[in-house]
Nanobody, 125 residues
Framework: QVQLVESGGGLVQAGGSLRLSCAAS????????MGWFRQAPGKEREFVTA????????FYADSVEGRFTISRDNAKITVYLQMNSLKPEDTAVYYCAASIRPPATGWGRNDMDYWGKGTLVTVSS
């Protein structure tokens, strides 16, 4: 059974940093591209960032480019999201997701095969 378990969420002041982790099990981690999505209250779930199987390429939403960094450790079967210069509009539940057939461009929810349950990030102003 595939499990993706996020951790590291919490309350932080604007301008602060958080590091999210996503531990995977039940899948051959190195065969999957990994991504982070987020869903704010009353809004659709949106793409944040993704990383290829080897970690050689990364993709970012315009809203987080330059502030967030995705990385992965295939030996530890974990993907990370370093979030710096956080803004109140970054407040959301952050979801980790895995894709066996990642798109060339335009990451969307339908491209992902497995999802975690999410971790809440709250940024206060």
């Amino acid at each position: 059974q595939v499990q993706l378990v996020e951790s590291g969420g919490g309350l932080v002041q604007a301008g602060g940093s958080l590091r999210l982790s996503c531990a995977a099990s039940g899948l051959t981690f190195s065969r999957y591209a990994m991504g982070w999505f987020r869903q704010a209250p009353g809004k659709e779930r949106e793409f944040v960032t993704a990383i290829t199987r080897s970690g050689s390429s990364t993709f970012y939403a315009d809203s987080v480019e330059g502030r967030f960094t995705i990385s992965r450790d295939n030996a530890k079967i974990t993907v990370y999201l370093q979030m710096n210069s956080l803004k109140p509009e970054d407040t959301a539940v952050y979801y980790c997701a895995a894709s066996i057939r990642p798109p060339a461009t335009g990451w969307g929810r339908n491209d992902m095969d497995y999802w975690g349950k999410g971790t809440l990030v709250t940024v206060s102003s």
